[in-house]
């Protein structure tokens, strides 16, 4: 059993013992409900602890069992039992109480727990309910409001937070065991019926239908798309409304029609992509198990641009000093203005006390003179896209700064050996894309050189993740991987305009399948001169002349229309116009009658035919060239698994998670369809590039192979015969 049952001092101790995190697999719900039966029948114990082992107590059902697994006793079943004891029990906590582990917690008659300790429900977040009761057994702790808050988002719960809302009993110091052994026997004499959170009466305020609806509302607003929250609502509410064993049997038909749903399949596969990708490996052999990271005591920012700024107010606020340098003082009181107002807003929004925000500030030291570096651990340099420029950064810094730093670029499109052959130290030369905005986008693309060792490597994963970011580590190419994949993507929503399609119903598409934004609402909100910008350097580069009006660019396809609405002046949201016109900085996009006119004149002068287009070529069109052009990444080996790829389009470009990612996405469509689909694309539209199938593509399509081992498929390391 994956439970320890001891006694100490007449108080049987059930120890959960499943590592890492003590996931309530079928066995260790077999090995409590084994071990509060046997502890009752017992006559020389006088009450139980329950707590886990390895420093937590539980991270809750077992996630890997949801997809079939192994029965066992069904988790509420240890609390029908624990409920009807007249001997105490007791939750020691340290660690985490998450999900099934809190349920697990709410059946005890008390909590304890250490300081460090979090609590939550985050099943949502796995597209699921607490269907363990902890949707009927939560609102009887804390009251109506607060549980569902805790269930809808599935954030974490401080400990003493969690005793000011009912939920823990006491916040100990100490041994958990030893603290939970004392607290137990003193409550020997005290009738559990009292103390039993199924006798409770569930608290709140109001009208139950007006807190109901209010929920609902700010669910489907905050949550766009997404199942479980709703039903997390609906089954909280019945905490109310229904009796205990009601609530509780309804709440469990819920539980299991979500975990067979494709949302929560996908935000179960989601979750698990996240974790693989941290083992990451090089093409050298270097790989997160074998190389160690450095320490990042200290940094320095080069640019203190909206990029810059942001990427200094992200190690700030974790704790990591920051030198911030600009050219001129005047960019520099700009930069710390930036700084200064996202630093307020994170206090507005109380994520940063005001103490904490200015204590955070002093760790932010302002410079115009780049030889302050000298002794940082690791500098990140964020000045604007000019190869030239930043070489001589690059060059520079090699120079002022110790041997030991490391020197990142927030490159997004340039090849990092193109900056690292500027220093005699190639091996700590290393991208680190940030998205903006920097200090809230949560994906880091980190990007090796041919000679980045793996120690540079493992040093920028881990102050990914001490900076609060997903960190994905990526080969070199032009525009990395997520601006690869976003370039046909949004090459084919401009043919599609041209073809007889419109913004906004562009935009719509994409949003009713789930993106939170359109693909014009963000070329505004980006500024359209950006994308003018980067096409004049390819010509610049191709020593070509780049013309709105010609159907084809470098040897493909071209839409000019960019360029014509460039011209007409339409930089996007910071001037009220773009690809939709704006009433206000912070108005809503509004479709533009002149926009209409412009792209129906520019087809007119091209001899465009233009024609309805569906919402499903829209969609094939812009997914299905995106996705060939992942697989063609994965061929290259700059992703070494196609769960890289999708946590990049999660936390890069806000896929939503209960679709997985695209390369999930593809896999739940089949690849020979997908594959068939690109074949024809290419067959009718000659001149786009991102057309030309993927070999890999073609090859897994003839082929029945799970998502995790097309990598490996990619990579030789799985070979596959059948063609
Ligand atoms: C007939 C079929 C029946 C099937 C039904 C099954 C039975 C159902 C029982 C009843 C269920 C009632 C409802 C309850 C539902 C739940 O409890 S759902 C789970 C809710 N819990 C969570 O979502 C927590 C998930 N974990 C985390 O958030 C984090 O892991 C952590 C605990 C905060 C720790 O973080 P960190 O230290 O950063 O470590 P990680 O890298 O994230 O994790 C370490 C490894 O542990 C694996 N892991 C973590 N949690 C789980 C889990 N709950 N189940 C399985 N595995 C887990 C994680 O994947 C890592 O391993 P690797 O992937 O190998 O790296």
Redesign the pocket.
Known sequence: MMADYTVRDQVAVIELDNP??N??GSAVRAGIYDGIRKADRDPNIKAVVICGKRGTFC????????D??K?GPW?TDIGDFIDNMKKPVVAAIEG?A???GL?VALFCHYRIALKTVRVGQ??V??G?L???GGTIRLPRATGLKNALDIITTGNHVPAEKAAKMGIIDQIVTGDIIEEGIKFVKSKCNIDTSLVCLRMKTVKYSGDLDDISEAAMTKVKSKFKGAIAPIVCVKSVINSAKMPYEKGIDTEKEH?QDLRHSSQSKAMRYAF?AE?AITRWQLPSGGNYKTAKPLPVKTSGVIGAGTMGGGIALCLITSGIPCILVEQNQQFLDKGLEIVKAQLMRTVQLGKLSTEQAKKCFTMLKPTTNIEDLKNVDLVIEAVYEDLKLKREIFEKLDRICKSETILCTNTSSLHIDSIATATKRQSKVVGTHFFAPSYIMKLLENIYGTKTSAETVATVMKLGKTIKKVPVLVGSCTGFVANRMLKPYSEEAQYCLEEGSTPSIVDTVLMDFGMPIGNFQVSDLSGLDIGFRIKREAARKAGVELSKNSRFFLGQRNCGLIEKLYEAGRMGKKNGKGWYKYESLNGKPIVDPEVTMLIEEHCRSLGIERRNIGSQEILERMQYAMINEGFKILEEGLCTMAEEIDVIWIYGFSWPKYMGGPMYYASQIGLKKIYEKVCYYHKTFPYSMHWVPSSLLAKLSQIDLPLSEWGDVAQGRKLVNKL
């Open positions: 890492p995190v996931a309530l991270a809750g059902a077992d996630i890997r069992e949801f079939g697994g029965n988790i985490f998450l999900g099934g349920e985050p099943e977040q796995i699921l607490p269907g363990g539980f698990f974790r």
